[in-house]
């Protein structure tokens, strides 16, 4: 039988549990990716048709073949084979697909996927497209009691459901956010600037954050202070000038950005 849940174990002996995405949703997250991508083939080549016919015969000979073909090629080739690597890594785990279908890829041990274990991974699609039609591939995930595929199988990768967060009230430190004003989207950070953020600067942030009400106003502000000038030059802010408020405000923002990124994190 197949094991429809997926449960790791924290370093404080708490139990999470997953629940593992069978065929069916992966199936469906797969087409929607491909017709994604078959739309951007399409109007890629419809475009380049009206670049070429827009050129004379003469214009046609003088570049060589015509390099506004060859760049098409090489344009199309990586976006199709680097579509799912990037998206996985740089999206949390989730294709445009995979999001609609609300799955994503994380390592079997519950942490975010790695951009080592991204490439492998999707380099592994190759053998499981085999022979035709994504065969192997889904074959696996069927037979397989965690529903992986080959891929999944050397990346030490799973592909799991979005953990719906259920609360009935909001903690301390949410009603807090709230009175001050604060949302995620008052701090835009690229993601690569993101997936630099490792699991040290996460750690030292949610420390502070379920901190931030207990500790008195002084030394509140001296390690606000501190957390700032550690972190805000690593996402391109200047501490400098900022009240201790505002230093506050950014922080927990920050908190809420990471929290995205490291919500699998043990």
């Known amino acids: 039988m197949h094991e429809d849940h997926l449960d790791i174990k924290t370093p404080e002996f708490v139990s999470i549990q997953f629940q593992i995405a069978g065929l069916g949703s992966r199936s469906a997250a797969f087409i929607i990716d491909q017709l994604l991508l078959m739309a951007f083939n399409i109007v890629t080549v419809i475009l380049l048709f009206f670049v070429l016919d827009g ?3 003469m214009e046609f000979i003088m570049i060589e073949n015509s390099l506004p073909i060859a760049i098409t090629i090489i344009g199309l ?3 199709n084979g680097g579509y799912f690597f990037a998206f996985e890594f740089f999206s949390g785990g989730r294709t445009l697909g995979k999001k609609l279908m609300g ?3 994380i ?3 519950g942490h975010s996927i790695t951009l080592l274990s991204s490439f492998i991974r999707n380099l592994m699609r190759i053998i499981d497209s085999l022979p035709t039609a994504y065969f192997l591939g889904i074959i696996m995930i069927f037979f397989h009691s965690k529903h992986k595929r080959l891929g999944d199988l050397v990346a030490g990768t799973i592909v ?7 609360r009935k009230k909001k903690s301390p430190i949410e009603a807090e956010m709230n009175n001050r004003g604060l949302h995620i989207d008052d701090l835009t950070i690229d993601q690569w600037t993101l997936k630099s953020l490792g699991k040290k600067e996460w750690k030292l942030v949610s420390t502070y954050v379920s901190r931030f009400l207990q500790i008195p106003l002084a030394e509140r502000n001296q ?3 501190q957390i700032a000038e550690l972190l805000f030059p690593k996402i391109g802010l200047d501490p400098a000038g900022k009240t201790t408020t505002e230093l506050e405000n950014t922080l927990l923002v920050l908190y809420l ?3 995205e990124e ?3 994190e043990l």
């Open 77 to 79: 080739f990586v976006v």
């Open 160 to 166: 799991v459901h979005e953990r719906k967060a259920k």
């Open 223 to 225: 390690l606000t202070e």
């Open 107 to 109: 390592q079997e041990n």
């Open 262 to 264: 490291w919500e699998f």
């Open 55 to 57: 050129m004379s015969k």
């Open 257 to 259: 950005v990471l929290c």
């Open 103 to 105: 799955i994503r890829v």
